[in-house]
Antibody
Framework: QVQLVQSGAEVKKPGASVKLSCKAT????????IHWVRQAPGQGLEWMGI????????TYAQKFQGRVTMTRDRSTSTVYMELNSLISEDTAVYYC????????????????WGRGTPVIVSS | QSVLTQPPSVSAAPGQRVTISCSGS????????VSWYQQLPGTAPKLLIY???QRPSGIPDRFSGSKSGTSATLGITGLQTGDEADYYC???????????FGGGTKLTVL
């Protein structure tokens, strides 16, 4: 079955970087885009960007451009998201989610989600 | 401030029907498909509806989606206590070139 297995919780100081992983199993890795979505404590969902694992094409939300990098390792079917220059407002649970719209017929949607990785940014 | 507007909370009794609205604009809902997600406390979101009104396999037909103009609606019939969760709408925004979500609606089953 499809699973997205995310890395463990992180605690970082302001100004540091964090690199999270998301390992995909149960389907052909290169066939589906992967999104990253974060959720601050008690807040809603915020989209960060998307990566095409096949061609390593990425699109980032304007808010994170210049600070986020999404990459992939096809040999391990793993996607990575690195966020730099962390501030306290980056404290959140970070989710990876698969885009289930393989043929692009429905404008994209998140059909499988990882369990999330909590990131705490504190001095 | 979310791009899509949802009511912060809705409530209804077990067995009743509830609707959750999601309001946007021509740059998002008006020209793109809407999806809906259920987030139970302490868990990751779960896809309920995609393509405005399509249910993934395994999602009961108690859940339905509709869209008219720049607004979308999630309907839930036969409410159960297990439906208590936060519900989010989402779509693509052409002006922002980004996926956007509503602020979420907390459903309470009284």
């Amino acid at each position: 079955q499809v699973q997205l297995v995310q890395s463990g919780a992180e605690v970082k100081k302001p100004g540091a970087s964090v690199k999270l992983s998301c390992k995909a199993t149960g389907y052909t890795f290169s066939d589906y885009y992967i999104h990253w979505v974060r959720q601050a404590p008690g807040q809603g969902l915020e989209w960060m960007g998307i990566i095409n694992p096949s061609f390593v094409r990425t699109t980032y939300a304007q808010k994170f451009q210049g600070r986020v990098t999404m990459t992939r390792d096809r040999s391990t079917s793993t996607v990575y998201m690195e966020l730099n220059s962390l501030i306290s407002e980056d404290t959140a649970v970070y989710y990876c989610a698969r885009d289930g719209d393989i043929y692009g017929a429905y404008g994209g949607f998140f059909d499988y989600w990882g369990r999330g990785t909590p990131v705490i940014v504190s001095s | 401030q979310s791009v899509l507007t949802q009511p912060p909370s809705v409530s209804a009794a077990p067995g009743q029907r509830v609707t959750i609205s999601c309001s946007g604009s021509s740059s998002n809902i008006g020209n793109n498909y809407v999806s809906w997600y259920q987030q139970l406390p302490g868990t990751a979101p779960k896809l309920l509806i995609y393509g405005d009104n399509q249910r993934p396999s395994g999602i009961p037909d108690r859940f339905s989606g509709s869209k008219s103009g720049t607004s979308a609606t999630l309907g839930i019939t036969g409410l159960q206590t297990g439906d208590e969760a936060d519900y989010y709408c989402g779509t693509w925004d052409n002006s922002l070139s980004a996926r956007v979500f509503g602020g979420g609606t907390k459903l309470t089953v009284l």
